[in-house]
């Protein structure tokens, strides 16, 4: 068996260089980036597939920031609106059925429809008359007043 008469000094460690291997699958790391997880060496390939953390959305290791939303890990990229794709890191988000959603998609998939105006009621709904309205599109017909307050009361 012949050696390199190269040294390397990693680890607090002298290794000859036929030696410093990635303790995963055995080849050479010498001159090469390595991590290292229990005081031992890993090429970066092994690290990566052994610690760390996947991608729920495509299920490959995360080597930049994890974004951790829903109890899983995202790449920064891969945490979307599952209707639209737009992207949620750093933004706020809405979640049914453990599932991300934009604000717009949320409320048009989700939100119950004004009877005056159709558009999603997100705030305070006002249940009259068998529908759901705004506040300021619940109206008198006649003087086109609105007609929420904290107390009313309402007949036929």
Not at 23 to 42: A, E, L, M, T
Not at 84 to 110: I, M, V, W
Request: glycine share 4%; aromatic share 10%; with cysteine.
């Amino acid at each position: 068996m012949s050696f390199s008469l190269q040294i390397v000094q990693a680890l607090n460690k002298t290794w000859h260089q036929d030696h410093f291997n990635c303790c995963h699958c055995k080849k050479p790391i010498s001159g090469q980036k390595f991590n290292v997880h229990d005081g031992r060496p890993y090429c970066e390939n092994d690290y990566a597939q052994l610690f760390l953390k996947r991608c729920h959305g495509c299920n490959l290791p995360i080597r930049d920031v994890v974004v951790v939303a829903l109890d899983k890990n995202w790449h920064r990229d891969h945490f979307v609106c599952i209707i639209c794709d737009t992207k949620l890191a750093n933004k706020g988000f809405f979640e049914r059925e453990n599932s991300p959603f934009c604000q717009h998609c949320y409320e048009q998939k989700f939100c119950p429809r004004c009877k005056e105006c159709g558009l999603p009621v997100t705030d305070t709904t006002i249940m009259a008359l068998g529908e759901k309205w705004h506040q300021n599109c619940f109206k008198c017909k006649v003087c086109s007043s609105v007609l929420f307050t904290n107390h009313r009361s309402i007949e036929n």
